[in-house]
Every structure is written in structure tokens, then in C-alpha cells.
T-cell receptor, first 116, second 115 residues
Framework: ETGVTQTPRHLVMGMTNKKSLKCEQHLGHNAMYWYKQSAKKPLELMFVYSLEERVENNSVPSRFSPECPNSSHLFLHLHTLQPEDSALYLCASSQEAPLLNTGELFFGEGSRLTVL | AQSVTQPDIHITVSEGASLELRCNYS??????LFWYVQSPGQGLQLLLK??????LVQGIKGFEAEFKRSQSSFNLRKPSVHWSDAAEYFC?????????????FGKGTHLIIQP
């Protein structure tokens, strides 16, 4: 069983839909992250949460809205997305942020999003 | 701003042959350096990392990497590849001593193993 679980694994949505991606980590970590992985582009850091407080927001459009209700759960709420938002969305966790100690990110398997 | 360059988009290697994947970084201070691997349909898994000390670091699955400050490089090597090594490999650089960022990743190198 992976330490970081993402659901759903695949999601198809129209541009007017509202959906959410869920991430759960079972590792007792204090920091969680959302990354976007698009074809032929580097992973893009979207959001960072440390102890449930958002500490980084890398100029992400407001149609993406993160939520971290506790240190084990992270959501990405999606609304009025564009076709160019189609990508693999990866959740990760680390013991703490900033990455001063182990520096290791533990990734989930990702949620493949297709926007029609 | 920090950046990572992986100059090879695809690399094809015969099974049993040696492998070297290139990574160059740009960073103002002493970086933390990482190699991650992503198998099809999977998330990323850490292979190895460099923080300080010995510039040759050993990782899982028989991989190693060497930090060369003068060349701003952190190349990944394996003496003999197996078919199961076929995957996407990402080099990453992290903050040293501060900042709440995650890691900055390269675009990845797709490794193909020929029988």
C-alpha cells in the first residue's frame, strides 16, 4: 500500500463542471504538495502546505483551489477549467517543509485529468 | 532562480549495458540534488539524494550519482541496466537552508531498454 493515496486516478470533466481531487498520506508527514505534470514540461509546483497552512502558491489560476483540512488530507477543487489544464496532478508529502532534513518527497500515483 | 536541465529527452540502452543520464543545474548556493524515477502509471520514487559530504552517492536499485560542483552536474549512473529500469527519470534541485518550496524538476529523460 502506497503511503500517499490519490483519488480518483482518472477524471474527465467539462469546462463548466466542478470536481475535486483528493490526496491522503499515511506517513505522519507535516507537509503536503500539489504538482502538475504536463507532457514535455517539468513538474510544476502548485501549492505547498505545512502543518495545514498554505506556505506557497506559485501563481496558480484561481480556478484551482486547494484545501488542507488536516495534515493527512489535501484536496484540489477544480471549477471552470480549460482544456490546457489537462494533465497528471501529483500529490506529495514530506516530513516537513522547508526540506531541510531528509529532503525526500513521497508521491502518490497521480490523478489523470482530462478537460473537454 | 534555480533551474535543472536534462539534455537528453530519450535514451536507448541495451539490457546489461551501462547507463549515464545527464543533469545540469543552476543554483546560487549549495544545492540539494535528487534523482527520482517514475514508472508508467506510477508516482515518482526517490532514487538518491545529495546534501553534502562525499560527492559520489549511492541509491536504490544499483544507481549512483556524482556531484561535480565545477561542472554544475549531478549525473546518474548504473553499471548494468535491467529491463525493469525502463522509466522516466527526473533530476531535481532543492533549497538549501530555507524556503518553503518543493523541488525544481527537470523535464525528465525517458529511458528505453532494448533486449
Amino acid at each position: 500500500e502506497t503511503g500517499v493515496t490519490q483519488t480518483p486516478r482518472h477524471l474527465v470533466m467539462g469546462m463548466t463542471n466542478k470536481k475535486s481531487l483528493k490526496c491522503e498520506q499515511h506517513l505522519g508527514h507535516n507537509a503536503m504538495y500539489w504538482y502538475k505534470q504536463s507532457a514535455k514540461k517539468p513538474l510544476e509546483l502548485m501549492f505547498v502546505y505545512s502543518l495545514e497552512e498554505r506556505v506557497e502558491n506559485n501563481s496558480v489560476p484561481s480556478r484551482f483551489s486547494p484545501e488542507c483540512p488536516n495534515s493527512s488530507h489535501l484536496f484540489l477543487h477544480l471549477h471552470t477549467l480549460q482544456p490546457e489544464d489537462s494533465a497528471l496532478y501529483l500529490c506529495a508529502s514530506s516530513q516537513e517543509a522547508p526540506l531541510l532534513n531528509t529532503g525526500e518527497l513521497f508521491f502518490g500515483e497521480g490523478s489523470r485529468l482530462t478537460v473537454l | 532562480a534555480q533551474s535543472v536541465t536534462q539534455p537528453d529527452i530519450h535514451i536507448t540502452v541495451s539490457e546489461g549495458a551501462s547507463l549515464e543520464l545527464r543533469c545540469n543545474y543552476s543554483y546560487g548556493a549549495t544545492p540539494y540534488l535528487f534523482w527520482y524515477v517514475q514508472s508508467p502509471g506510477q508516482g515518482l520514487q526517490l532514487l538518491l539524494k545529495y546534501f553534502s559530504g562525499d560527492t559520489l552517492v549511492q541509491g536504490i536499485k544499483g544507481f549512483e550519482a556524482e556531484f561535480k560542483r565545477s561542472q554544475s552536474s549531478f549525473n546518474l549512473r548504473k553499471p548494468s541496466v535491467h529491463w525493469s529500469d525502463a522509466a522516466e527519470y527526473f533530476c531535481a534541485v532543492g533549497p538549501s537552508g530555507g524556503g518553503a518550496d518543493g523541488l525544481t524538476f527537470g523535464k525528465g529523460t525517458h529511458l528505453i531498454i532494448q533486449p
